[in-house]
């Protein structure tokens, strides 16, 4: 008898032919999350199993940050010899007062008793032991599972995971990633799709500080973490916003920056082989962030931008941000380039002919180019 991790998928069911490629690279995914603990790793009947580790804490939280997994039980995995099961069923309802059900499944036919036949043996076991029990099906105190698999396996929670796709399964994209709360949960919600991800960081130094820059490492370290690290390429952005600030109409000073920071995007991703761009914006939050504007922005890119909290309310955004734990990193009072020279009266309507004509007295080819060849990458890592 050991103990073990028995894991669940659920999407990862729908993918038709790609199944096997799917459960592979999940699998290994579950295989790197857990390499720091020793973990070894299995698929075996509908379940990925994980064993051999110290602390079973500590790989529930591993486990159920890997994205494809639906939901997480530790486990005891014996023979399937049914006074044993019956004997550590027993055990395990010790202390336990009130109500309870025993669930089985069955899917090794050739185990003697059905599941339903099992769970009334072993209900029936439990309560010579605890007569001071009582059995409920419908809303007990207390669920004892039971599977009978390659072997029997018993548990008693079910601890929801993150869900989504394996990572690695659909590609890989530019997140443009500001010091602030939506950009990292874009990202998350992206990754969480099975999606690679490469932040893209603009940054105005002396305006904006090495303090705010780190802040943006901290906030790529900890969505990372989904994918054994980052990849972040940070654009210097000084020159271009002080040029826009010194030479353009103030009102379409944040609109025309956002269209400079979309042409960078564009081409950090045709170099780096990233297939589409994610932002954080949601419609209306600010001027640069109504319809007329986004239009504005989106034709700077052929590529597919992907802007996942659009119809979020700042409060759901929140709400994810202290899920992911990026919260409190993004609330921490440093600038970000977009704060340094905010209009006073921002177009919130703007027409893309004014604006083009606006941005005619920049050298835009040459700004971008020489943003893009002093790009800095940075891998940041746990
Ligand atoms: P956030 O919380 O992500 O900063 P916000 O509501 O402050 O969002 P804006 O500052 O208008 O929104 O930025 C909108 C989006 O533009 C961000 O979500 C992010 O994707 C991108 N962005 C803004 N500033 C930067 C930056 N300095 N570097 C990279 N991307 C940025
Ligand atoms: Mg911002």
Known sequence: ??????????EVHLKGQNRPYFM???????KKMVAPIGGHVWLSDSRIYVSDFEDMDECVSLVTKVFGIYSVSPALEMEKDL????????????????TFKVMCKRSDKRFPLNSQELAVELGGRILDAHPE???????PQTEMWVEIRDHAYLYNTEIMAVGGMPMGTSGKAGLLLSGGIDSPVAGY????????????????????????QEKVLSLARIIGKYEYGMRVHIVPFTKIQ???????????GTLIMRRFMMRIADRIAHDNGLQALITGESLGQVASQTMEALGCTDIMTDLPVFRPLIGLDKLEIIHIAEKIDTYETSILPYEDCCTVFTPRHPVTK????????EERRLDVDALVEEAVANVKTVLVKD
């Open 1 to 10: 008898m050991r103990k073990v991790l028995l894991a669940r998928f659920g």
């Open 24 to 30: 592979r690279v999940l699998v290994d995914n579950v």
């Open 83 to 98: 006074d044993r099961i019956a004997e550590e069923t027993v055990r395990w309802m010790d202390g336990v007062t009130g």
């Open 133 to 139: 029990l009582r059995v409920d099906v419908h809303h």
């Open 189 to 212: 919600q992206i990754m969480r799709r099975g999606v690679n991800i490469q932040a893209i960081h603009f940054a105005s130094p002396p305006y904006t500080s090495e303090r705010a």
């Open 242 to 252: 002080m040029e826009i600030h010194e030479k353009c109409e103030e009102g379409m």
């Open 350 to 357: 703007p027409k893309l002919a004014n604006v083009e004509k």
